[in-house]
């Protein structure tokens, strides 16, 4: 199966990347994935451009960092691990005693072994990560005393830029399904590259079928990309996106959840809880809305309402690695992200073939013009016709035919040859 060899790509090739919002290991991820679908087109947005209320930051590189004690052993080494330094640290070179030093750690107390993924991407800092075990060896080993050399070469660029790649599979029609995960996290596995792994999967599943409709498959940094990509397309998205899904922590085995849209009425949402069924998946888990915490909250923002749905296996922020050294492959594993595919692959073929009329007409047509209603109002013809009438009703392009079927308690195949009819008649869109 295909998506073995991406789950390969991400383990040997993208876990090792230091990520951020910016900089070469976004670059370089997306130049990964880009030799395995040409077609993708990698873009990007320059830094200090306004979004809406927010500014794209400077594009940060780094190539080192790390903390040297007195006896010239480097106690802490980006190179041995690139959660070790916070996300946009500032460069600094210098001589420091422990108790600077330990005001620029971070750990977990609760999580004594794992090393903890930090940022500071508004706020000029820097600092380092590393598990609570080792803070209390340094903490016991070294007195108040003793110097340490801190080194972190980085590099904050205002004219760089934010990077993002974008694949566009064309349908028959224009209206679009869109696929968001996101690319901007060092060396974690189910919070960062299991989206991107089953996304990967998506696109080679997807791209030499016929499509009823469009798909559009991005990656993107999480929060700013989001924004940045919506500030650019929001007309187009507006016009087009009919539903979709964001796409993360979904390469675990021990459960299956989602999260509807804000108002949990979308087509995504339907289409995903069918999925679920037609998998024969019973113990999955639906989260609120208000648990959001990823692009779903850009999506569904208000003037955006694109009414798109999160997927995952188990959800970012409910398991104990999250965030931390202990997110990586003994975490994410093939099954787990099959299942994951799985999944989305269902729900966006569910909305592939989905149809939600929407009538032309305002108040009730007339059908008599068209030889839907007798011209003679005879008692017992007019049941013959209350199909039509009910269908119309609930034919605002929000309900689909499943939904309508549902809704005016006809048989599903009635439905479809009543659609048919009144879209022959010109009386839908």
Same mark, same amino acid.
């Given at each position: 199966?295909? *998506? ?5 790509? &991400?383990? +040997?090739?993208?876990? /090792?990347?230091?990520?951020? *919002? ?14 395995? @679908?040409p ?25 080192? &960092?790390?903390?040297? $004690? ?6 802490? $080494? ?6 070790? #330094? ?8 210098k001589?420091?005693?422990?108790? =600077?030093? @330990?005001?620029?750690?971070? @750990? ?19 600092g ?11 903490d016991?080993?070294?007195s108040?005393?003793?110097?340490? =050399?801190?080194?972190?070469? %980085? ?13 566009? !599979? ?48 991005? @990656?993107?940094?999480?929060? +700013?990309?989001? +924004? ?23 390469? $675990? ?9 804000k ?10 809880? =069918? ?10 888990k ?8 990823? $692009?779903?909250?850009?999506?569904? %923002? /208000? ?45 966006? =073929?569910? !909305?592939?073939?989905?149809?939600? /009329?929407?009538?032309?007409?305002m108040?009730? /047509? ?38 309508? %079927? ?20 010109? #009386?839908?869109?």
């Open positions: 199966m295909s *998506l073995k060899k991406y789950y390969n790509i &991400a383990k +040997i090739k993208l876990f /090792p990347i230091t990520r951020s *919002l910016t900089g070469n290991g976004v670059k370089k991820t997306l130049n990964i994935i880009q030799k395995e @679908f077609k993708l087109k990698i873009k990007k947005f320059k830094s200090g451009t306004k979004v809406f209320d927010w500014n794209i930051p400077e594009e940060w590189n780094v190539t080192d &960092a790390y903390v040297v $004690d007195k006896y010239n052993n480097k106690i802490i $080494d980006f190179k041995k691990n690139n959660l070790h #330094l916070v996300g946009y640290s500032i460069p600094i070179k001589n420091i005693t422990k108790k =600077e030093l @330990f005001k620029n750690l971070y @750990f977990l107390k609760n999580q004594p072994k794992a090393i903890p993924y930090i940022t500071s991407y508004y706020k000029r800092i820097w380092f990560c590393i598990s609570y075990n080792d803070y209390k060896i340094f016991k080993q070294y108040s005393s003793d110097k340490f =050399e801190v080194v972190i070469n %980085s590099s904050l660029n205002r004219r760089g830029n934010l990077n993002y790649g974008e694949l566009i !599979l064309k349908g028959k029609s224009k209206k679009e399904i869109l696929i968001s995960t996101f690319i901007c996290h060092p060396s974690m596995a189910n919070n960062e590259l299991s989206g991107p792994i089953v996304s990967m999967g998506l696109m080679n599943y997807f791209m030499n079928k016929k499509l009823n409709k469009t798909l559009r498959f991005i @990656f993107i940094p999480e929060t +700013i990309g989001s +924004i940045s990509y919506i500030n650019k397309n929001i007309k187009h998205l507006k016009e087009n996106v009919i539903g979709g899904y964001n796409i993360s922590c979904i390469g $675990d085995e021990r459960q299956h959840s989602c999260m509807f849209s108002y949990q009425n979308s087509p995504s949402d339907e289409a995903v809880i =069918e999925a679920y069924k037609l998998l024969n998946i019973k113990n999955y639906v989260y609120p809305f208000l648990k959001r915490g990823s $692009d779903e909250r850009q999506y569904n %923002s /208000p003037g955006i309402d694109l009414k798109i749905s999160s997927i995952f296996r188990t959800k970012y922020s409910e398991y104990p690695e999250y965030h931390t050294s202990l997110d990586n492959f003994n975490l994410v594993s093939l099954k787990g992200c099959v299942g994951g595919f799985n999944v989305v692959r269902k729900s966006i =073929e569910i !909305l592939l073939k989905r149809i939600y /009329p929407n009538c032309k007409i108040c009730e /047509p007339q059908m008599s013009k068209r030889g839907l209603y007798p011209t003679l109002s005879l008692k017992n013809k007019k049941k013959s016709i209350r199909g039509y009438m009910d269908f119309l009703q609930y034919a605002d392009g929000t309900n689909s035919l499943e939904k309508i %079927s549902s809704l005016i308690k006809l048989d599903l195949k009635l439905v479809k040859k009543i659609n048919g009819t009144l879209d022959k008649n010109k #009386l839908l869109k």
